[in-house]
T-cell receptor, first 114, second 110 residues
């Protein structure tokens, strides 16, 4: 059963520290999304990659967030420095084709910044 | 960019009743409209989707309707059961990003 894998599942860190979240998309999928989920804002798109190229990161605070795909099997989302308002669940999702197909979500990373 | 509005934010029904969740979108180029169900503490999972070349799709107790002219689509759940309790998200996509509504918390009481 192919699944999107995210690590870590939970992360508690102090304000100002760097946080790195990792995602392994489903093998063969060429589209990767990063979403942030909060009670107030729902699922907010942070970044979107197709064939490892970033196509849309307009929803991502550029001063502290960065997203990359070093290779087809790994996507990363970094926050440096982290702030308490970054506390949320971060989901990675992958899909195939041109983007208008099902997105398969990972289990999410629950981030708490204290 | 695309903007998706979803209503209601919460919905409480009795077991056996029907539930309807409505969404509107802004980008007329959007042509793919999935619905996701997220149980507490779990990942969102696709339950049904519809493309712009059809107006209605049904899968057992779940149906989705699409009105491209009015730019709105709806999820219909019939004969609701307690295990239907979850947060439901609609989404819209063209040939790029997938934009989600803010979700509807559905509570089905026995």
């Amino acid at each position: 059963d192919a699944r999107v894998t995210q690590t870590p599942r939970d992360k508690v860190t102090e304000m100002g520290q760097e946080v790195t979240m990792r995602c392994q998309p489903i093998l063969g999928h060429n589209t990767v999304f990063w979403y942030r989920q909060t009670m107030m804002q729902g699922l907010e798109l942070l970044a979107y990659f197709r064939n490892r190229a970033p196509l849309d990161d307009s929803g991502m605070p550029k001063d502290r967030f960065s997203a990359e795909m070093p290779d087809a099997t790994l996507a990363t989302l970094k926050i440096q420095p982290s702030e308490p308002r970054d506390s949320a669940v971060y989901f990675c999702a992958s899909g195939s084709g041109t983007g208008n197909t099902e997105a398969f979500f990972g289990q999410g990373t629950r981030l708490t910044v204290v | 960019g695309e903007n998706v509005e979803q209503h209601p934010s919460t919905l409480s029904v009795q077991e056996g009743d029907s539930a309807v969740i409505k969404c509107t979108y802004s980008d007329s180029a959007s042509n793919y409209f999935p619905w996701y169900k997220q149980e507490l503490g779990k990942r969102p999972q696709l339950i049904i989707d519809i493309r712009s070349n059809v107006g209605e799709k049904k899968d057992q107790r779940i149906a989705v309707t699409l009105n491209k002219t009015a730019k709105h689509f709806s999820l219909h759940i019939t004969e609701t059961q307690p295990e239907d309790s979850a947060v439901y998200f609609c989404a819209a996509s063209g040939y790029s990003t997938l934009t989600f509504g803010k979700g509807t918390m559905l509570l089905v009481s026995p």
